[in-house]
């Protein structure tokens, strides 16, 4: 029998191993310093310390010291203060759901201020806005009403106009923005037809304003026809603005309203030159008022977009109503926009073959833009989604007629008009216009498409006038869920009939305990592993 091993194995190793070691450990150290000599971190200096020979060398020590128990201190000091901040922390939040009296008067103003937030959230979006937009009116002197160069007489509301005019002396301004997505005859006929009404100012807001929050580098954007960056008809704004403020003698207030993506908040970003506003592509992106101070005798106002009742015409919705095209389902959106246009100035913006229904013309728009489904068939909903983004959006250059004759507005009279332009000066305003008009780069007349305007867009002032919404249709996948669904009640209701019918059969069966049960249970399963116990050793012999 074999002795058992009573001492350790032995540490020691051959010298051509312990060698090699310290090679490897040399040349690891080696790699570390020339790493470090790259990154150029060098070893910290140690503090030499006061020379003997200085003089004062006991008072600099001690001025040393003492700065040093100072600083240990605020550290101290620092600790404590987060310490306490966290511990008030949590006793806020243990007693958040304590009685008010209990609470201190700061903290009860912050959950008030939390319940007012969550009950403006559970509120009614379209009713939100009604009080914002009455909001803004009231505080306003003077009202700026935005409107798109392409339509011009689609972005007026009479409703909004009317109740302006009840609100007391106030003047309302008309602002054609987009003024270079429409040709110049068309966007001078414009001018002329609007001012016999209302002061009219020509507008193009910019696209290359310095951020206020961010500052980044624009690019410079080449081969976009009819953009141009700078803005247009700023200093005749500025110049009517200004004219208001010394008819009224004091500081105004400028109200800026519209209905959605007429370029609102772009105009106060451009008369500011920040972007104070959000501004973006999609619809509706202001949802509260928003005070702008231009400098200290103008204060503008930011307002939420207007709101379309639903009373207006297919396309009007499709093109003034943000949520029209979740609502409404693309392509009747679309097709509806597609009959306000020329059909042969349609074919030759999009380069697409003669259509004689909308449908054809989205799948010959789709093909033409590579928008496929899976299999490879066009992608119609596709294509009007985008015809649908770029009516509403400033990338499609369109433009209307003016009515042939001028006949003033059903909620206007002659004083009214008289009253508006009162104490301006039109013939300064004429020759600003004119300008900008020049100014611009209008795209030309045969590049554009023709769109027959329905007139003024009726919109809801009033909280009292908005239907609640009705629920929104159900998508295929939710049918095929829901029909699933109901095929498995089905055969659940089929499945317990049967039980019942069987049960009824053997009426002995319903008078097992629940413990006879369990072991009639554990029985099967003993002779359910007893015969595979035996099949195994059956196939393994």
Known sequence: MKRP?????????????????????????????????????????????????????????????LRKQQLEELKQQQKLDRQKEQE????????????????????????????KKAKLAKQHPKKLYCQELKKVIEASDVV?????????????????????????????????NKSDLVPRENLENWVNYLKKELPTVVFRASTNVKCKRKITKVKERRNIPFKTETCIGKEGLWKLLKDFQEIYGKAIQVGVIGFPNVGKSSLINCLKQEQICNVGVSMGLTRSMQVVPLDKQITIIDSPSLIVSPVNSPATLALRSPASIEELRPVEAASAILSQADTRQVVL????????????????????????????????????????????SGSLGFYCHPPPSWTLSPHFNENIVTDM???????????????????????????????QSSGMTNGITEEKDIVEELPKQKTR????REDLEAINSDQESVDEEADGSGSNMSPVKETLTDEQSAQSHVLDRKSEEKEDAYDFSTDYV
Not at 477 to 480: H, I, P
């Open 144 to 176: 700026l009403e935005v409107l798109d160069a392409r339509d011009p007489l689609g972005c007026r509301c009479p409703q909004v106009e009317s109740a302006l005019l009840q609100g007391g002396q106030k003047r309302l301004v008309l602002v054609l």
């Open 477 to 480: 996948k939710q049918e095929e």
């Open 88 to 115: 008030k922390k949590r006793k806020f939040e243990a007693s958040f759901g304590a009685e008010p009296s209990d609470v201190d008067p700061v903290k009860e103003e912050f959950v008030q201020h939390k319940a």
């Open 421 to 451: 332009k009162l104490g301006l000066n039109l013939e300064e305003l004429e020759k600003n216009n004119a300008h900008s008009i020049q100014a611009i780069r209008s795209p030309p007349l045969a590049s554009s498409i023709l769109f």
């Open 5 to 65: 091993k009573l001492k350790k194995a032995s540490k020691r190793m051959t010298c051509h191993k312990r060698y090699k070691i310290q090679k490897k450990v040399r040349e690891h150290h080696r790699k570390l310093r020339k790493e470090a000599k790259k990154r150029g971190h060098k070893k910290p200096r140690k503090d030499p310390g006061v020379p003997n020979s200085a003089p004062f060398k006991e008072a600099l020590l001690r001025e040393a010291e």
């Open 349 to 392: 913006k999009f380069t697409v073959p003669d259509f004689k229904s909308p449908s054809e013309f989205f799948a010959s728009l789709a093909q033409r833009r590579g928008l496929h489904q899976k299999g490879g068939s066009p992608n119609v909903e596709g294509a009007a989604k985008l015809l649908w983004s770029q009516c509403t």
